[in-house]
């Protein structure tokens, strides 16, 4: 059995944690709170992705049009 | 264990790397463009593109099929990495546990399963590929008219697996180590073999030579374009189930899409398929190891085959490392040290080694319909993430395992899901078969990996509208209620 306070878990969360948690389990419980935390969600990956869509929207154009282009051209 | 003079939180950080918990941004591999450029490279360019090359000449057109072939790569890789990437790149999740979200809790196991026979299947190729190159080039150089001894290809298989657990097992950081090396030399290696093969006819001469009309897939333009588009498609869409373990990896939005295009499309892919065509129809031989010391004589061409093969080291390492990731869903493997994994997943090799013939002749064969097999799962993933969630999942009910998760659905699964991926198998076959190369009559002019794709897009995009509107399955209303509720997750 663990210690429910060796668990070192604070602030509020959405996590039902009981003390026979395991080690694994318990890591990913602190990488889902640190992936909420407001450090991570200020990171470049937490914020909006309209432009990685308007990158992959342009590339996929690009092949559609040079398809048609070329067989058009033959 | 003892970590005595080692950086713990460096040692925390490759744990992360290497397992399944979500890896925050601050703490991603991939920074900078050239990093990320070089390990795309990587996984795009292995040795087997050359034999790829040589499908892309009997097309019937070379100059068709080359520039079908690239944008074939070009577009289709786009959407996929959207479908695939986006959900990882965010919460940086690996690929299985993004999956719950639309395939169900349960229903995720799928992806896991596709995971490990692409990876596996691939790599155990690439291994059997290399054994017998170096096999052909042993023979060529020593036994001239001889028979490859099959020994001295069971010893270089099995040297190159001791080889890729030796690289691996210190995590993935080894991949940008080792790709900073293999991936300029594929390139430089490719570049060569383009001079030697142009050495004597201009590469303008070359890329309008043909195979002979009778050996040709076909004779009609349009169609050769489409069979080169095709091809490409089909390649692009191999990255499907690999992408996501990338993108948790990468920090920079700008990176997701274009570094991966060009690393792992047209120049790690394309530019190495191209070389093989022009090889064949340079040559008239498709067995690399062959025409390489046929082209440039024993002593430059035995320096190019060893650095060609060893540059593969970095495809291998990739796809070892996205399996052993991927892998660790199962319990019993999340529970192991990561070195004992990536020994566990090499073990099926040592069989490979003594029957490299037999897996390439037959594994091959089968690879030949991942197209099929993703083309519908790209689908449902993207218009899930992006057009029915609006991009928002909550990460934590990805590792809940019961009735309480938000992706629950029914029993654990996503049986719409289920029946748009049949559907976009069923589709993509009826267009376009790849073994027979039988196509259906609207091929010459839209392939068959879009169309299939797109009318998955539709089909679950309006199957699961009437899903939202009629029940509470899948998470899609009252997100942030969800989010609120506790929940007891694990791996």
């Not at chain 2, 990996?449 to 309006?462: G, K, Q």
Request: aromatic fraction near 10%; proline fraction near 3%; glycine fraction near 10%.
């Amino acid at each position: 059995m663990r210690d429910a306070s060796s668990l070192h878990i604070s602030g509020e969360h959405a996590f039902l944690i009981d003390e026979a948690i395991g080690d694994l389990d318990l890591d990913l419980v602190k990488s889902l709170i640190a992936l909420n935390s407001a450090e991570n969600l200020k990171d470049e990956t937490s914020l909006p992705t309209g432009s990685i869509i308007l990158t992959a929207a342009g590339w996929f154009v690009a092949g559609v049009v040079l398809w048609a282009l070329v067989g058009f051209y033959i | 264990m003892s970590n005595a003079g080692e950086d713990v939180s460096g040692l925390i950080s490759r744990e992360t790397l290497a397992g399944r918990l979500p890896v925050p941004g601050s703490a991603r591999l991939y920074n900078g463009f050239g990093t990320l450029l070089g390990a795309a490279i990587a996984i795009g360019a292995a040795s087997f593109n050359y034999l790829f090359g040589a499908s892309i000449a009997y097309i019937g057109s070379t100059s068709l099929g080359i520039i079908g072939y690239l944008i074939g790569l070009m577009m289709t890789l786009a959407p996929m990495y959207l479908a695939s990437g986006m959900l990882s790149y965010r919460h940086g999740v690996d690929p299985v546990d993004a999956a719950k979200s639309v395939l169900g809790t349960r229903g995720s196991s799928l992806l896991l399963v596709m995971i490990l026979v692409t990876t596996l299947g691939w790599s155990f190729v690439l291994i059997a590929m290399t054994g017998q190159a170096a096999g052909r080039l042993q023979q060529v150089l020593f036994y001239p008219g001889g028979g490859i001894d099959n020994t001295f290809v069971a010893g270089v298989s099995i040297a190159m697996l001791v080889l890729i657990w030796l690289l691996l097992r210190k995590g993935p950081a080894m991949i940008a180590m080792l790709t900073r090396f293999t991936s300029p030399a594929i390139l430089i290696i490719a570049a060569v073999l383009l001079y030697l093969v142009t050495r004597d006819v201009s590469f303008t001469t070359l890329l309008h030579t043909n195979v002979d009309p009778k050996l040709a897939y076909t004779t009609d333009p349009l169609l050769q374009l489409a069979y080169g588009v095709e091809f490409g498609a089909s390649n692009a869409l191999t990255i499907v189930p690999f992408f996501g373990g990338m993108a948790r990896l990468i920090h920079k939005r700008k990176h997701l899409v274009t570094p991966c295009l060009l690393g792992a499309g047209l120049i790690g892919a394309g530019f190495t398929t191209a070389v093989g065509a022009l090889a064949a129809v340079a040559t008239g031989s498709t067995e690399p190891a062959e025409w390489v010391v046929k082209t440039a004589g024993n002593g430059l061409g035995t320096l190019i085959v060893t650095v060609l093969l060893l540059a593969n080291l970095g495809t291998l390492i990739s796809f070892f490392y996205l399996a052993g990731v991927s892998v660790q869903q199962i319990r019993f493997f999340a529970g192991l040290r990561w070195d004992i994994i990536i020994a566990l997943l090499l073990l099926p090799g040592i069989v490979v080694a003594f029957e490299t013939e037999w897996l390439i002749a037959h594994v091959m064969n089968w690879l030949a319909y991942n197209g099929a097999m993703f083309v519908g799962i790209a689908a449902i993933l993207l218009t899930d993430y992006v057009l029915l969630r609006r991009q928002k999942v909550l990460p934590a009910h990805l590792f809940v395992k019961t009735r309480e998760s938000a992706y629950w659905f029914w029993g654990g699964v996503n049986w719409v899901a289920m029946g748009t991926i049949v559907l976009g198998i069923w589709t993509y076959l009826s267009l376009f078969n790849p073994m027979t190369l039988a196509v259906g009559g609207s091929f010459r002019y839209i392939g068959a990996a879009m169309p299939s794709f797109a009318l998955c897009i539709v089909t679950y995009y309006v199957a699961m509208r009437l899903v939202i509107a009629l029940s509470d399955k899948g998470g899609y209303r009252n997100v942030d209620q969800l989010a609120l509720k506790k929940v007891s997750v694990g791996l």
